[in-house]
């Protein structure tokens, strides 16, 4: 069998990103949420808050731990799997990356130890200037990465001259012009990941009829933050299909599933199809009459643009997009009814009673992650064929190695990663299992940073067992 | 489930509302119309939030 190395590479690259962009979703969200409840508690004094922030943030560390680790990975897979990328637009992506890692990744990496292992040696106050920091630092962190990333979605303020990009201006290269859509997109999909992740916990502790406290307040809080967020993120991703279908039409006339350059009249709106890309057509549809125009065009008779629009060696592949697009449009849809849902129960006082809702929001613990994948699906798998989208197609970025070199680094990531996303599943069910630890009102340390370093500070086994490390083991 | 009838038509408006709320929002009625559902939305599950508090709730 002959192993192409351009398709090798690509399914190493969405494999390793794939894998990795669980763990920053997860850490961006559950930084601001732990500011949020550390916030909560200097305030109002309850130990739950407390309670709660001990109780995710060895799931956070966990998460940040392997986000990073992943994350160096993929600077490797540039020069590994597409070095000719690397060599015609590192003038634009290299300083990008480079300054991700200066400006947020060390101011996450230096205050991480605080928010981890500081709380009874630096004080509460200082020590939520640590969270917060962090959680400044993953938004910095996002801010480069998507617009790296939008960069190669929506090219600008480049001039490319003997096949290598100049910058012209890094003012363009920095605001791309789908990047002041997909940074609010990407950030609001992280904070909902965490809403559902922190609710779906409290449902289920419900469930069990254990830690009745921590649960309310998780699922309250979970709850009342998914409701506000959901509604932004539909805003959100409805300004950035706009901008995509203005930039890059072909990714959402493939997202929408027609094939003629002008749909019927009225449009349905396809939820399952399958799709001929050799014969530009579908073997089988089935949708919602009428309401494609009424979404797509806002109008009752609108005609839809299909993928015939785009000549067909600059087609994406159609099955991809579209059921990427419909699964994380369908749990938006989902996300929205239960924020409706939750005010309705919140209004009637039975949020934590009704059990038909709080299984619900147990399974979609993991919806936030799920969502998110399938939208980089959608913004990765549409921009085929090109890597960077009119300007350097992919089969041409695939770097000069022999497809076996490509095979086995792909095997080894896939034991590898395998054993990371098994003792992470493994370590965050037995947090989960055994629950919150009880939590004082009140931190011990004075709030100076001499304090820290005091040796009674540092030596003292009691103050050590009240960490929210060694608490943990 | 709860079998009071006015329970149950107050359920069914509030679902109404989140699919009114939900066209409104992905723009079908136009932007400016999105901008103020998402405003109206948002404004309403905070005075929500503010009435009927949940953090920190005893069992």
């Known amino acids: 069998m002959k192993l192409d190395p351009s398709i090798l590479a690509r399914i190493q690259f969405a494999f390793t990103v794939s894998f990795h962009i669980i763990f920053p979703t997860m850490s961006i969200g559950l930084a601001s949420f732990l500011a949020v409840t550390e916030a909560l508690w200097l305030k109002t004094k309850k130990p739950v808050y407390l309670q709660i922030y001990k109780f995710w943030l060895n799931i956070f560390a966990m998460g940040f731990g392997i986000g990073v680790v992943t994350g160096i990975v993929l600077s490797f897979e540039f020069g590994l799997g597409f070095a000719r990328f690397a060599q015609m637009a590192g003038p634009a992506i290299g300083p990008l990356i480079a300054l991700e890692v200066l400006t947020a990744f060390f101011l996450e990496a230096g205050f991480l130890g605080i928010m981890l292992f500081g709380l009874h040696r630096v004080g509460p106050k200082l020590h939520f200037f640590a969270t917060c920091m962090v959680a400044i630092g993953t938004l910095i962190s996002a801010s480069w990465i998507l617009s790296a990333n939008s960069w190669m979605q929506t090219p600008a303020g480049v001039a490319i001259q003997d096949g290598h990009v100049t910058v012209v201006s890094w003012l363009h290269v920095l605001v791309n012009p789908s990047w002041l859509h997909r940074l609010p997109h990407m950030l609001t999909a992280a904070y909902l990941t965490a809403a559902f992740m922190v609710a779906g916990v409290g449902a289920w502790y419900l469930l069990k009829g254990k830690h009745q406290q921590f649960a309310r307040t998780t699922l309250g809080l979970g709850t009342a933050f998914a409701a506000v967020l959901i509604a932004g993120q539909v805003f959100i991703g409805d300004i950035l299909y706009g901008t995509m279908l203005e930039h890059q039409p072909s990714k959402m006339q493939a997202a929408e599933g027609f094939w003629e350059k002008q749909s019927q009249s009225p449009a349905p709106y396809y939820w399952f199809i399958v799709p001929d890309q050799d014969n530009q057509r579908n073997r089988f549809e089935l949708g919602i009459p009428y309401l494609g125009s009424i979404w797509l065009t806002h109008s009752l008779d609108g005609r839809v643009q299909g993928l015939k629009n785009t000549p067909r060696d600059l087609q994406p592949r159609m099955g991809m997009v579209f059921y990427a697009f419909r699964i994380m449009y369908a749990l938006a849809m989902v996300m929205f009814a239960i924020g409706v849902a939750s005010l309705w129960l919140r209004f009637r006082g039975k949020l934590f009673t009704s059990r038909w809702f709080l299984w619900i929001l147990a399974f979609m613990t993991p919806s936030g992650i799920i969502a998110t994948l399938a939208g980089w699906y959608v913004a990765e798998t549409g921009r085929q064929p090109w890597v960077i989208y009119g300007v350097l197609k992919t089969v041409d970025a695939v770097s000069p190695v022999p497809a076996r070199a490509l095979l086995s680094t792909l095997i080894a990531f896939v034991c590898v990663y395998g054993v990371f996303i098994t003792a992470f599943l493994v370590f965050a069910a037995r947090i989960i299992r055994r629950g919150p630890a009880e939590a004082s009102a009140h931190a011990e340390a004075s709030g100076s940073v001499k304090n820290a370093f005091r040796p009674y500070v540092l030596d003292s086994p009691d103050r050590l067992a009240n960490s929210p490390i060694t608490q943990r083991s | ?59």
């Open chain 2, 1 to 59: 489930m709860n079998n009071n009838p006015l329970h149950r038509l107050g359920a069914l408006a509030a679902a109404l509302l989140g699919v009114l709320f939900f066209f409104a929002i992905v723009g079908v009625f136009g932007l400016r119309l999105a901008i103020a559902g998402l405003a109206v939305f948002v404004l309403g599950a905070v005075v929500l939030y503010v009435a009927f508090p949940t953090a920190g709730a005893e069992s």
